[in-house]
């Protein structure tokens, strides 16, 4: 079921209580906490004209450059351009799927930073020429509530869901994405749908999505990430990265080219020498 109607999101910034005067004395970290708070609040308003004022001196500086592009495109313009590519008419048919029913599995920050997150995967889909096939499942409990901070999501051009993703989608076509899978990933295949876990545990629940993905019989799969590099950290990437890395290898790039793009630098990733790698053509764009 699509979730149509969800309570108005309260506003991100959340007050904070007054001190009562029968509450008991703050402690002095309490106390620099609320003064910490009230300075960032009190100079928002300079935060936000700096950054306007940041962005219109980088169209202008863009204009000056390159006075033929498209420049006349302000930001509200080019963000509005965005609204007009639907998912639905998107000729991209990979589905990607953020699992977040693992609420209870996080603390309040981590659910905060996995809801980050699917923020920003949300946001690098409508930023696509031709949007993957998004999708949200499991929304609810502590999920739904952290979400609900965040304005707006309940518009988004996105298939969200309470459900759990086997209720929604055909069970042959889904395939939970996980570094612990002993199947490697080649090729992106429209109409099957990739699933994310949405969990951030700091490598608490080692292996839980694999587990899971095990025990209810359904197709598993890792990226090929040491097909294509050499990396020096361990290869459990953020939803936003894989995120991302899917993104990439839709829109045409190599699965070599979309890790490069997306790793940090802290990850140490380096490519494979000639050689050591496998095939890879870069992906064809996804179509019907
Ligand atoms: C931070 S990880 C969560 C790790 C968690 N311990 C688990 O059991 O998966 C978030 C999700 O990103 C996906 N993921 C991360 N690294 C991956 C990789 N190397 N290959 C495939 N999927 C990956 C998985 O779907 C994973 O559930």
């Not at 990739?194 to 598993?220: F, P, W």
């Not at 045409?252 to 380096?270: D, N």
Request: charged residues 35%.
């Amino acid at each position: 079921m699509i979730i149509m109607e969800l309570a108005p999101s309260p506003d991100r910034v959340d007050p904070l209580p007054e001190p009562s005067s029968t509450a008991a004395p703050l402690s002095k970290r309490a106390q620099k906490k609320i003064l910490k708070r009230e300075k960032w609040l009190a100079e928002r308003p300079q935060r936000r004209a700096e950054e306007k004022a940041k962005r219109k001196a980088k169209l202008e500086a863009r204009k000056r450059d390159n006075p033929d592009s498209r420049d006349d495109v302000t930001y509200s313009q080019s963000r509005k351009k965005l609204k007009e590519i639907k998912m639905a008419d998107s000729s991209c048919r990979v589905g990607v799927v953020v699992d977040m029913s693992f609420g209870h599995l996080m603390h309040q920050r981590d659910l905060g930073k996995c809801c980050k997150q699917l923020l920003h995967c949300y946001s690098m889909n409508r930023r696509l020429a031709h949007p993957m096939q998004f999708y949200v499942t499991s929304l609810k409990g502590a999920s739904l509530d952290e979400m609900k901070r965040h304005h707006g999501f309940e518009n988004w051009d996105a298939h969200i869901h309470e459900e759990d993703y086997e209720a929604v989608l055909p069970r042959d076509k889904i395939v939970y994405l996980s570094s612990e899978s002993e199947n490697v990933i080649d090729n992106l295949s429209p109409d099957h749908y990739y699933v994310i876990g949405g969990l951030v545990d700091h490598n608490h629940h080692k292996g839980l999505c694999h587990r899971l993905a095990v025990e209810k019989g359904l197709k598993h799969a890792r990226l090929p990430i040491d097909e294509f590099i050499d990396i020096k950290t361990r290869k459990v990437l953020t939803v936003d990265h894989v995120f991302k890395i899917l993104t990439s290898v839709t829109e045409g790039h190599s699965w070599k080219e979309a890790f490069m793009s997306v790793l940090p630098s802290r990850k140490g990733a380096v490519e494979k020498a000639e050689g050591e790698e496998q095939e890879n053509e870069p992906q064809a764009k996804s179509s019907e």
